[in-house]
């Protein structure tokens, strides 16, 4: 037997993203549609609410980061939505123009956007396997 503690992993805190202007980050975000739950501009950081879950995407200011094209190896946050179809087209509408067209997943449809910093998020529905969604 080990003498190591097991541990459970419980769920998700916070996506940290780095990003190399804060205000600048905060003002792409909320044009792609979320609501900044809190802000501490001394730190450097500022939280997007997710749906009604207390976690969120933390943005994190990073003396030097410039902007950068997304590299296709980048890791993704993908987020749920009613409709990935829906969220395309209000993205384009803000003036953030998605990496591809919303493309098919097994559970429904994705699409992707990057920030100028390069983070990759996605949007993405269960079309195809409603029982999955959070909301049928």
């Known amino acids: 037997m080990s003498d190591v503690e097991s ?8 996506v940290l993203l780095p990003v190399g202007n804060l205000a600048d980050a905060v ?8 609501t900044v ?19 969120g ?3 994190r200011a990073e003396e030097g980061l410039g902007h950068r094209t997304p ?13 990935a179809r829906v969220a ?17 997943v097994a559970t429904g449809w994705t699409v992707e956007i990057a920030d ?3 983070n990759v998020l996605g949007f993405t529905d269960y079309s195809k396997r409603p029982t999955l969604a959070r909301r049928a």
């Open 7 to 14: 541990y459970e992993l419980l769920g998700f805190d916070n």
């Open 71 to 83: 590299v296709w190896a980048a890791p993704r946050v993908w987020l749920e939505v009613p409709d």
């Open 88 to 104: 395309a087209r209000r993205l384009a509408a803000a003036g953030i123009r998605p990496l591809d067209e919303p493309f098919s």
């Open 27 to 34: 003002a792409f975000y909320e044009r792609a549609g979320f």
């Open 57 to 59: 995407i933390l943005l």
């Open 116 to 118: 100028p910093w390069g």
């Open 37 to 55: 739950g809190f802000r501490f501009d001394e730190a450097g950081i500022a939280l997007l609410k997710v749906g009604g879950e207390t976690p």
